[in-house]
Nanobody, 124 residues
Framework: QVQVEESGGGSVQTGGSLRLSCVAS????????VGWFRQIPGMEREGVAVVSIITGAKSYADSVKGRFTASQDNAKNTVYLQMNSLKPEDSGMYYC?????????????????WGQGTQVTVSS
């Protein structure tokens, strides 16, 4: 079973940047996908970015395209989410998830392994 743990959240002002990290407990191999999701209270979990570990293919939510960049360091079993030009609407709990059931940014249920989340707060 894969365990994942996020870090890097915090509080920034509008226009600021944060880099989130997701470390896996073991080497994630094909056909794993790692996803970043965010959630605010009372709302459904929203896909932000997904990364196919072997192919490196990435998908982003329309709301973050051009501002967020996902990357991976396979040697460190780590996936990053660089978030630039942050907006208040980017605030929320950010979760890292992993699984081998597909890599669809709109399908959080396909990811069986989830971290505890890291809070991101963007103030205006």
């Amino acid at each position: 079973q894969v365990q994942v743990e996020e870090s890097g959240g915090g509080s920034v002002q509008t226009g600021g940047s944060l880099r989130l990290s997701c470390v896996a407990s073991q080497t994630i191999i094909s056909p794993y996908c790692v996803g970043w999701f965010r959630q605010i209270p009372g709302m459904e979990r929203e896909g932000v970015a997904v990364v196919s570990i072997i192919t490196g293919a990435k998908s982003y939510a329309d709301s973050v395209k051009g501002r967020f960049t996902a990357s991976q360091d396979n040697a460190k079993n780590t996936v990053y989410l660089q978030m630039n030009s942050l907006k208040p609407e980017d605030s929320g709990m950010y979760y890292c998830a992993a699984g081998d059931g597909g890599c669809n940014i709109k399908s959080p249920r396909q990811f069986p392994y989830w971290g505890q989340g890291t809070q991101v707060t963007v103030s205006s």
